[in-house]
């Protein structure tokens, strides 16, 4: 009984021997060698989408930023240019499907093809489900889920007659755990992931590979930028404490880094974080036990308050918390990533 046993254990040891093996042979195999290829990133001129342009342009990529604020595009592209990156700036919404068509166009007739495309174009809103109205969600839906879908559509025809092309989709581990004061947020992100995952089987058989990303709390800078509602002040600082956080986020930079690699490598799926990775495993095991454990964490976060539906940005909803020195890690990355 002893010898059988132990047997099984040796076959079953052998067989993920060579799984991991036969991993990291398609790893190599599936590498994607950066130099000299065109990558858009949307979002790319604040937050996570302007480190991700700087991890790109160290690989010796060509840049193409895209993003609707015209000056910080700018401030962007300057600051990649004097680095030494090969960068171009387009203004683009990407709500907007008539303009993501003319931007690739454009791209496509000047640099030949898309090669990388990263969906990160996002918008942060904060607070309790009382405060939010339906256009809270249609805005996240547009800008979450129907905006990579009209980039998607644009670059596939592209990448299909060449039976190449990498599409990094953004998305968040609130696209996996949806997260109390911040439904719009969570539903569009999950939307996102369905999607995403759907779309990297549909087209792996065209050599177009698909990644799907979802980070937990970043340390972007991105608070100073996200809306806010109910007690402002209140949400906001709590936001922002979290995110400054060494124990609850991530660096920026360590998590572009993974990301970039992800996309080498084509990597299907991929969450950020340790205690994230539990998280995330731990509500797929048990929702609704999970679910109940947020219901609780519900409690004790900030209650609607007499604001109604008024939102507020971040930098509008300042107090002597949100300004301490417990969010100085989240204040020096809004500055150095071009959020302020």
Same mark, same amino acid.
């Given at each position: 009984?002893?010898?059988?046993?132990?047997?099984?254990?040796?076959?079953?040891?052998?067989?993920?021997?060579?799984?991991?093996?036969?991993?990291?042979?398609?790893?190599?195999?599936?590498?994607?060698?950066?130099?000299?290829?065109?990558?858009?990133?949307?979002?790319?001129?604040?937050?996570?989408?302007?480190?991700?342009?700087?991890?790109?342009?160290?690989?010796?990529?060509?840049?193409?930023?895209?993003?609707?604020?015209?000056?910080?595009?700018?401030?962007?592209?300057?600051?990649?240019?004097?680095?030494?990156?090969?960068?171009?700036?387009?203004?683009?919404?990407?709500?907007?499907?008539?303009?993501?068509?003319?931007?690739?166009?454009?791209?496509?007739?000047?640099?030949?093809?898309?090669?990388?495309?990263?969906?990160?174009?996002?918008?942060?809103?904060?607070?309790?489900?009382?405060?939010?109205?339906?256009?809270?969600?249609?805005?996240?839906?547009?800008?979450?889920?129907?905006?990579? =879908?009209?980039?998607?559509?644009?670059? %596939? $025809?592209?990448?299909?007659?060449? @039976?190449?092309? /990498?599409?990094?989709?953004?998305? &968040?581990?609130?696209?996996?755990?949806?997260?109390?004061?911040?439904?719009?947020?969570?539903?569009?992100?999950?939307?996102?992931?369905?999607?995403?995952?759907?779309?990297?089987?549909?087209?792996?058989?065209?050599?177009?590979?698909?990644?799907?990303?979802?980070?937990?709390?970043?340390?972007?800078?991105?608070?100073?930028?996200?809306?806010?509602?109910?007690?402002?002040?209140?949400?906001?600082?709590?936001?922002?404490?979290?995110?400054?956080?060494?124990?609850?986020?991530?660096?920026?930079?360590?998590?572009?880094?993974?990301?970039?690699?992800?996309?080498?490598?084509?990597?299907?799926?991929?969450?950020?974080?340790?205690?994230?990775?539990?998280?995330?495993?731990?509500?797929?095991?048990?929702?609704?036990?999970?679910?109940?454990? =947020?219901?609780?964490?519900?409690?004790? %976060? $900030?209650?609607?308050?007499?604001? @109604?539906?008024? /939102?507020?940005?971040?930098?509008? &909803?300042?107090?002597?918390?949100?300004?301490?020195?417990?969010?100085?890690?989240?204040?020096?990355?809004?500055?150095?990533?071009?959020?302020?």
């Amino acid at each position: 009984m002893k010898s059988s046993l132990k047997q099984q254990l040796v076959w079953a040891s052998a067989g993920l021997g060579l799984a991991l093996a036969g991993r990291s042979l398609y790893r190599r195999m599936n590498r994607l060698n950066l130099s000299g290829r065109t990558v858009l990133i949307t979002g790319g001129s604040r937050g996570l989408g302007l480190v991700l342009a700087r991890q790109f342009a160290a690989q010796g990529a060509k840049l193409i930023l895209c993003g609707r604020n015209k000056d910080k595009l700018l401030r962007a592209g300057k600051e990649l240019f004097e680095n030494g990156a090969n960068v171009s700036c387009i203004t683009c919404d990407v709500t907007q499907p008539d303009q993501v068509k003319e931007m690739v166009s454009q791209i496509e007739r000047h640099f030949n093809s898309i090669d990388v495309v990263v969906n990160n174009a996002g918008i942060i809103q904060v607070g309790p489900m009382e405060s939010m109205e339906r256009q809270d969600y249609q805005e996240t839906m547009q800008t979450h889920f129907y905006g990579p =879908l009209h980039v998607i559509e644009a670059v %596939l $025809p592209g990448m299909r007659k060449r @039976g190449a092309g /990498r599409i990094v989709n953004i998305s &968040s581990i609130g696209g996996r755990i949806s997260v109390p004061h911040m439904l719009p947020y969570s539903a569009s992100k999950f939307a996102l992931v369905g999607y995403s995952l759907g779309l990297r089987s549909e087209l792996a058989k065209e050599g177009i590979g698909v990644v799907t990303v979802c980070p937990g709390m970043m340390r972007t800078g991105s608070p100073q930028n996200a809306y806010f509602k109910g007690q402002h002040e209140a949400e906001y600082a709590l936001f922002k404490i979290s995110d400054s956080l060494p124990l609850i986020s991530m660096s920026s930079e360590k998590a572009a880094r993974q990301i970039l690699k992800a996309c080498q490598h084509n990597d299907g799926f991929l969450v950020l974080g340790l205690h994230v990775k539990l998280a995330e495993k731990l509500y797929a095991l048990c929702p609704g036990l999970m679910g109940d454990a =947020l219901g609780i964490v519900n409690r004790i %976060l $900030p209650a609607p308050g007499p604001a @109604g539906y008024v /939102r507020k940005k971040g930098a509008e &909803s300042q107090s002597r918390w949100s300004e301490s020195w417990l969010t100085e890690l989240t204040q020096k990355a809004a500055e150095r990533n071009n959020e302020l």
